[in-house]
T-cell receptor
Framework: SAVISQKPSRDICQRGTSLTIQCQVD?????MFWYRQQPGQSLTLIAT?????????ESGFVIDKFPISRPNLTFSTLTVSNMSPEDSSIYLC??????????FGPGTRLTVL | GDSVTQMEGPVTLSEEAFLTINCTYT??????LFWYVQYPGEGLQLLLK?????DKGSNKGFEATYRKETTSFHLEKGSVQVSDSAVYFC????????????FGGGTRVLVKP
């Protein structure tokens, strides 16, 4: 399985600011994904990030709020822009390493005050 | 669209008790099915999977069988330990939906000594 790291592991931010979350994988992968897990809830897919193309966003998520970069096959960033308390969540990246199998990073716990 | 329904928690058990978490799904295509586990303060880990009807996934004493006729993938463990306390997520990956993961709501399991 892939080894996936995320930075930061947690942060407390003021409303109106932005936070960039990094996801690093120890091997090259084609498919990377970003999820949000709101408190006590399940995971919701934000977007799929493929290297060399723009991210594909799910319904309810827009690029202006959650810009994503994917500069190479081992790295991606998700920015949460103009944050509000409703953005307080755990943000997780995942990679598709084997067919149909996704492996998840440890998550970034974000609290917006 | 695709959906996954799993029993709501929390489920509270005594050590060595039998655990069942029900999971049913609807999918457009022929999905692969997964159980993920999230231990307190950690990210998601893939627990087991099944890719076709009647397949049985197993890991760490947990089992689940892909039942196409009842569109179910119930998770079972014969004798739980305190260390099994976690949130368990049922999920599917549907090739007809680009292999995106769809998660159930999660079931919190608490095992008491």
């Amino acid at each position: 399985s892939a080894v996936i790291s995320q930075k930061p592991s947690r942060d407390i931010c003021q409303r109106g600011t932005s936070l960039t979350i990094q996801c690093q994988v120890d091997s090259q992968v084609t498919m990377m994904f970003w999820y949000r897990q709101q408190p006590g809830q399940s995971l919701t897919l934000i977007a799929t990030a493929n290297q060399g193309s723009e991210a594909t966003y799910e319904s309810g998520f827009v690029i202006d709020k959650f810009p994503i970069s994917r500069p190479n096959l081992t790295f991606s960033t998700l920015t949460v822009s103009n944050m509000s308390p409703e953005d307080s969540s755990i943000y997780l990246c995942s990679v598709e390493y084997f067919a149909n199998e996704q492996f998840f990073g440890p998550g970034t716990r974000l609290t917006v005050l | 669209g695709d959906s996954v329904t799993q029993m709501e928690g929390p489920v509270t058990l005594s050590e060595e008790a039998f655990l069942t978490i029900n999971c049913t799904y609807t999918a457009t295509g022929y999905p692969s099915l997964f159980w993920y586990v999230q231990y307190p303060g950690e990210g998601l880990q893939l627990l087991l999977k099944a890719t076709k009807a009647d397949d049985k996934g197993s890991n760490k004493g947990f089992e689940a069988t892909y039942r196409k006729e009842t569109t179910s993938f119930h998770l079972e463990k014969g004798s739980v330990q305190v260390s099994d306390s976690a949130v368990y997520f049922c999920a599917l990956s549907d090739p007809a939906a680009g292999n995106k993961l769809t998660f159930g709501g999660g079931t919190r399991v608490l095992v008491k000594p």
